[in-house]
């Protein structure tokens, strides 16, 4: 079935370092893409989506370009700050006997300063 | 302020008992969720709806039943609750007219803790 897939469990960087956190997936045509962050003790909060090949999608300093010749969608930032420290969900939307999101595994991120 | 809801936040349970998870939402959106986390599996599907008195199952159903008696509310059942129920439940809405673009709004998610 349908699934995405994120290599990353943590990362840890300090401030101002590159970020990238990886996410591939696997489905039929052209799923939806989604990146989520979550806070501690909150819910996950959408970042920002794409939904074509070679679409950018973009919030708050992050970025990912949906890319259908590598199946992927890798979260990136120029430069971190502490206050980037969350867990990152990629998701993928899903339609096909139902419309929902498959969520990947998630990958905690924390920056030191 | 549009939201999602949950209560209770934090819930402890016996092993065989009945637990309700509760859920409401003011975004008007048609579709709803219930997910739960896990270290390790990410957010996991259990069972989802397209509006009031429609209720579909996800990736992960067993154990669980869902009720949806009207567009602002949506309810997780556990009939006889296990402790490998124990986890994160976190209700989410969409709007449907966005199909698979749509993005969700999350509740803050209900701890439970089965006994």
């Known amino acids: 079935g349908d699934s995405v897939t994120q290599t990353e469990g943590q990362v840890a960087l300090s401030e101002e370092d590159f970020l990238t956190i990886h996410c591939n997936y696997s489905a039929s045509g052209y799923p939806a893409l989604f990146w989520y962050v979550q806070y501690p003790g909150e819910g996950p909060q959408f970042l920002f989506r794409a939904s074509r090949d070679k679409e950018k999608g973009s919030s708050r300093g992050f970025e990912a370009t949906y890319d259908k010749g590598t199946t992927s969608f890798h979260l990136r930032k120029a430069s971190v700050q502490e206050s980037d420290s969350a867990v990152y969900y990629c998701a993928l939307g899903v339609s096909n006997s139902g419309t929902y999101q498959r969520f990947g595994t998630g990958t905690k991120l924390q920056v030191v300063p | 302020e549009a939201a999602v809801t949950q209560s209770p936040r934090n819930k402890v349970a016996v092993t065989g008992g009945k637990v309700t998870l509760s859920c409401n939402q003011t975004n008007n959106h048609n579709n709803m969720y219930w997910y739960r986390q896990d270290t390790g599996h990410g957010l996991r599907l259990i069972h989802y709806s397209y509006g009031a008195g429609s209720t579909e199952k996800g990736d992960i159903p067993d154990g669980y039943k869902a009720s949806r008696p009207s567009q602002e509310n949506f309810s997780l059942i556990l009939e006889l609750a296990t402790p490998s129920q124990t986890s994160v439940y976190f209700c989410?809405?969409?709007?449907?007219?966005?199909?698979?673009?749509?993005?969700?709004?999350f509740g803050s998610g209900t701890r439970l803790l089965v006994i």
């Open positions: 989410a809405s969409g709007d449907a007219s966005r199909g698979r673009n749509s993005d969700y709004t």
